[in-house]
């Protein structure tokens, strides 16, 4: 799976955009990008994943440059529960079963 | 919505004990999996498991450690003899049969060995 480079932290206004970056210039054409995040002492959970089109959810936006090299992770307003570590992961599409590699990912601090 | 549940929350055991920690997966979900977290470290992927059989395993998962769902319901990841260095917080996840689907984890169990 491509390697993924993330800012190691970020600070965040309360109601105000969290835009997340991620680079991923090694990915290849059959890989996806995922995003996780983690609060604080609890379990990774899943949040959105793209392939080529950006995607939107309840939870967040994918934007994914058209050389699909980097994305943005987009929470439109923030909130202080919002607070996490963010991960961006890539991984080969089609497997039904695959494991994830989690990097460092960025910290995300919501400030009120 | 669906959760991912792990028992105990919090053990605590001694070195050189055999503890079992428990995890109910999704219900219609087939692939489940451990993860671990050493504090203040990253989440490393321990093993994988479908159709009764583990699919993949990592370095880390060693002779000490296996993996069993006894019942259809209850999965469970057993270490045989505990060393200080077992001590991390172990994730329960589980998915769907969609090949791109994304995990739902559990809140995870505290594992200190002392």
């Known amino acids: 799976d491509a390697k993924t480079t993330q800012p190691t932290s970020m600070d965040c206004a309360e109601g105000r955009a969290a835009n997340l970056p991620c680079n991923h210039s090694t990915i290849s054409g059959n890989e996806y990008v995922y995003w996780y995040r983690q609060i604080h002492s609890q379990g990774p959970q899943y949040i959105i994943h793209g392939l080529k089109n950006n995607e939107t959810n309840e939870m967040a936006s994918l934007i994914i440059t058209e050389d699909r090299k980097s994305s943005t992770l987009i929470r439109p307003h923030a909130t202080l529960r919002d607070t996490a570590v963010y991960y961006c992961?890539?991984?080969?599409?089609?497997?039904?079963?695959?494991?994830?590699?989690f990097g460092a990912g960025t910290t995300v601090t919501v400030r009120a | 919505e669906p959760e991912v549940t792990q028992t105990p929350s919090h053990q605590v055991t001694q070195m050189g004990q055999e503890v079992i920690l428990r995890c109910v997966p999704i219900?219609?979900?087939?692939?489940f999996y451990w993860y671990r977290q050493i504090l203040g470290q990253k989440v490393e992927f321990l093993v994988s498991f479908y159709n009764n059989e583990i699919s993949e395993k990592s370095e880390i998962f060693d002779d000490q450690f296996s993996v069993e769902r006894p019942d259809g319901s209850n999965f469970t990841l057993k270490i045989r003899s505990t060393k200080l260095e077992d001590s991390a917080m172990y994730f329960c996840?589980?998915?769907?049969?969609?090949?791109?689907?994304?995990?739902?984890f559990g809140s995870g169990t505290r594992l200190t060995v002392v």
């Open positions: 219900s219609n979900h087939l692939y």
């Open positions: 996840a589980s998915k769907r049969a969609l090949a791109n689907y994304g995990y739902t």
């Open positions: 992961i890539v991984r080969v599409a089609g497997s039904n079963d695959y494991k994830l590699s």
